[in-house]
Structures are given as structure tokens and as C-alpha cells.
């Protein structure tokens, strides 16, 4: 699919298909494609649950608003922000340092430099580690709209879910933000789709505030 297509068709469909299923090799193919998105260091903070199960679904429903869509669309992803996954010691940090070595991109003399620059950027404050987990779980949740649109999947993404009770429900660490639930399956062609919403225009968008 044209990228034109993909961006201007994508939309946050509130009506699902109950009756047709998400493939497991989508479900795999577009998560994967998402996870091309790029992030501070390649830390990659972001992980997603998969919930498929009809009663998990319906418990994540009424967390979640009792929006209708949590329990018809054929999953739900709750998308993860890692606030510890710049931190010494974290097993993914290790892998991308190990990584980099492999690819040349860094040597094994740069260890306490790469460790002293994700400090200075995200560990002065809960509130630094918290905006580097959700900016770089952002970039890695567009993606899976966007992958899951080139797809033939439709998406909704949600704000509207009880923060601690998810993460009690579905037993989440507590160094983990819920930026969004993102349900995904199939728009209800049985339904009407609602017209696209406004968008600022560039001019509205470009600003400057020196002048």
C-alpha cells in the first residue's frame, strides 16, 4: 500500500468485526514493522500484552471506560513504556551496547560514557525517565497504526483506562507507564464510518515565538 494511502487512511475505527480474527502473522508482521521506529540510543523502551481472551477482554473493558471496543475488536495491545530502560544493568541496554560493539558503532573503551550519557538525559529525575520511556513508546505506537494500516487492519488508540487498574489487573511492574490501549482488528462494515476529523493546517502548525 502507497505510504498516501496508509496516512490518510488510517483512522481510529470505533466499530469493530467480533467475528473476524486478527491472523497470528499479522499480529507478528505489523509489531515487527513498528519496531523499526527509532529511539534514544536504540534503547527500545517500549513491550505490549496481547489480549486475546474474551474474559481478559471484557476485565480490560471495564477498566477502560466499558468502551464497546475493548470486547469486539479481536485484541487489544496494552502498549508499555519501560521508565528503567536506560538504566545500568538492564538487560536490553546490555544487548544494544553489545550490539553496538558488533556493528562497530562503539568500542568496549565507551562503556562509561554511553553510561554517563543516558544518565545526565534520563536519570536526573522520575519525570525525565518517564518522558524518555513515553516519547520513545509514541514513536513505536504510530508505527503499529501505520503497520497495521499498510496491513488491511484498522486501529483505535485509547486514553480513556483506568492507569493502576490495568496494571493490577494484568499484574504490570510498576516501572512500566501504559501510554495507550490500542485495540486492532477489522472496522464493522456494518457500520458508519464517521467523516475524518479536522487537522491544523501547516500554517496553523509552523509557529515561532521570537517575533
Not at 536490553?92 to 554517563?116: C, H, L, P, S, Y
Not at 518517564?130 to 488491511?152: I, P, R, V
Amino acid at each position: 500500500m502507497e505510504f498516501a494511502n496508509v496516512i490518510n487512511g488510517r483512522r481510529a475505527v470505533n466499530f469493530f468485526d467480533p467475528n473476524k480474527e486478527v491472523p497470528e502473522n499479522l499480529l507478528k508482521e505489523f509489531i515487527e514493522a513498528a519496531a523499526k521506529a527509532p529511539s534514544s540510543f536504540n534503547l527500545q523502551p517500549w513491550s505490549v500484552i496481547v489480549v486475546k481472551d474474551q474474559e481478559e477482554k471484557a476485565r480490560l473493558r471495564k477498566l477502560a471506560w466499558d468502551q464497546p471496543k475493548v470486547s469486539e475488536a479481536p485484541l487489544v495491545l496494552i502498549v508499555l513504556a519501560d521508565r528503567k530502560a536506560w538504566e545500568e544493568g538492564h538487560p536490553f541496554v546490555e544487548r544494544n551496547f553489545a550490539e553496538m560493539i558488533k556493528a562497530g558503532t562503539m568500542t568496549t573503551g565507551q562503556r562509561d560514557w554511553f553510561k554517563n550519557a543516558r544518565t545526565s538525559l534520563y536519570g536526573y529525575s522520575d519525570e525525565a525517565a518517564l518522558a524518555f520511556a513515553c516519547k520513545n513508546t509514541g514513536f513505536f505506537a504510530m508505527g503499529l497504526m501505520l503497520a497495521a494500516k499498510s496491513l488491511g487492519l484498522d486501529t483505535h488508540p485509547m486514553d480513556g483506562f483506568d492507569q493502576n487498574g490495568v496494571r493490577k489487573a494484568f499484574h504490570i511492574p510498576e516501572h512500566y507507564w501504559i501510554p495507550l490501549l490500542l485495540a486492532v482488528g477489522y472496522f464493522d462494515k456494518n457500520k458508519t464510518l464517521a467523516p475524518p476529523k479536522w487537522r491544523k493546517s501547516y500554517d496553523e502548525i509552523v509557529v515561532r515565538f521570537d517575533k
